[in-house]
């Protein structure tokens, strides 16, 4: 037997060498998904094959780190994450696989620091784990496509990290809740919640081929540069939330045409909403969403590559396997004003559109109506005045609506959408109709009472 895959079932119990004694001619054994104990009599258990493959996510492994791995030279792919392994892996551990293209020990407890990584690998998984020490070196001849170091301990400044790095080879690279500091940036997709401070690099307008930039939860300053939509044209998910960014949102980012979650809550910007977001082709619907970059495939087997922490209907919620599927705009909690742009209501394919907390004055768009996929709309604590346009009454997918604390006149447009939410949703107006208490006749008699005073 030479292939041997029972991945993904309801297996208990322990699993002994013993099992594996007259497998000697195996070269695939995939058994993730199971809850299996290895439990070897021999510390210095040798196997009687050379795998090709081996997946053997969800066993336990541990706590001590499985040796008898390195006697596995001829591996191509090696799978071991969640196997509650908790030790130091061994330096020669990176010497032991000449072949080895893909590698996953995420979501253990492994320790230690990392030096230089093979060329040979081509994705590399060790996020959340307790890996220390500056960031690895990788070498000139790499072929690294995805890697991820999140949720572990790496610090030091971006200043030192390798120039291969900013190579187009890795095209993939998650940073994400380390210790890290600095200003210098590499070739990245995701490197939220570390201490970034300063000022966006011009050097990231290089990286023209980037999709996906997620820098949120960091101390950057200054304003958004125009050449992030100039430069860097093809980005599909931007999310600058919880920054410290000033100024204008620039008239640039409308280049952004492939844009379908831009997320920029919980700054400082100011002025108006750029009106040319018609530009938006995902969002206008102009263009479907991709599969791409949000999941890669190898082979046959999807890899999910990116997840976001995003807010839709007023909760916080972490989105990866549908992440390609989401459509967002948010503004919040800024300092932007003027008025809602009716060309806004030409994105036919958002979702959700959150201008909570800012600024903003004038009427809400007529035509609002227009956006027919929209689930969540927060247009909460702001100045828009004026009634509830009735085209309201016409989306049928909404299943989150906030307008409260505006100034806001006369009768909620009748749907059964708008009528199903909670009045705390129409607070903070002088608004009447249900679900209100408040019925429109009164308010109508008060008004005439106060114009004839």
Not at 116 to 125: E, V
Not at 240 to 254: A, M, R, T, V, Y
Request: some cysteine.
């Amino acid at each position: 037997m030479e292939h041997f895959s029972f991945s993904s079932n309801y297996l208990t119990g322990v699993v002994t060498e013993t099992h594996f004694a007259k497998l000697v001619s195996l070269k695939y054994l995939s058994g993730e998904g199971n809850n299996l104990i290895l439990r070897l009599r021999s510390a210095n258990w040798i196997p009687p094959f050379q795998l090709q493959i081996l997946s053997l996510n969800s066993w336990g492994l541990g706590p001590q780190f499985p040796l008898w791995l390195q006697s596995q030279t001829d591996l191509d792919g090696l799978s071991i994450s969640n196997t509650s392994i908790s030790s130091r892996i061994p330096w020669s551990f990176w010497r032991s696989f000449p072949k080895l293209r893909f590698l996953d020990m995420s979501q253990n407890h492994i320790q230690g620091m990392l030096s230089n990584i093979p060329a040979t690998l081509i994705s590399l998984d060790l996020s959340y784990n307790k890996f220390s020490g500056r960031l690895p070196h990788l070498p000139n001849d790499s072929s690294l496509y995805t890697l991820d170091l999140s949720n572990n301990a790496f610090e030091g400044s971006l200043h030192h990290l390798s120039c291969p790095y900013k190579s187009t080879s890795v095209t993939v690279l998650d940073l994400g809740n380390n210790h890290l500091s600095g200003v210098s940036f590499p070739s990245s997709l995701n490197m939220r919640g570390n201490k970034l401070s300063g000022r966006l690099p011009a050097s990231l307008m290089n990286l023209t081929n980037l999709q996906i930039l997620q820098l949120n939860e960091n101390e950057l300053v200054g304003s958004i540069p125009t050449w992030l939509g100039r430069e860097v044209s093809l980005l599909r998910l931007v999310n600058l939330k919880s920054n410290h960014f000033d100024g204008n949102i620039p008239h640039e980012i409308c280049y952004l045409t492939h844009i379908q979650i831009l997320v920029l809550a919980d700054n400082n910007l100011s002025g108006n909403i750029p009106r040319c977001f018609s530009n938006f082709s995902v969002l206008s619907g102009k263009e479907p969403t991709s599969d791409d970059p949000f999941i890669h495939s190898i082979g046959d087997v999807p890899d999910v590559i990116s997840s976001d922490s995003l807010v839709i209907k007023g909760r916080e919620d972490t989105y990866s396997t549908i992440l390609r599927l989401v459509t967002l705009l948010d503004f919040s909690n800024n300092n932007i004003s003027g008025d809602i742009p009716s060309e806004l209501t030409t994105l036919t394919a958002l979702q959700s559109l959150n201008l909570s907390r800012n600024q903003l004055t004038g009427r809400i768009p007529e035509k609002i109506g227009n956006m027919k996929a929209l689930v969540s709309c927060d247009l909460s604590v702001n100045k828009l005045y004026g009634e509830l346009p009735m085209s309201l009454s016409s989306l049928s997918l909404l299943s989150s609506f906030n307008v409260s604390y505006n100034n806001l006149t006369g009768r909620i447009p009748s749907s059964t959408q708008l009528q199903s939410f909670n009045e705390t949703s129409f607070f903070g107006n002088k608004l009447c109709g249900d679900p209100l208490v408040e019925q429109c006749a009164r308010i109508m008699e008060d008004f005439i009472f106060s114009f004839l005073e």
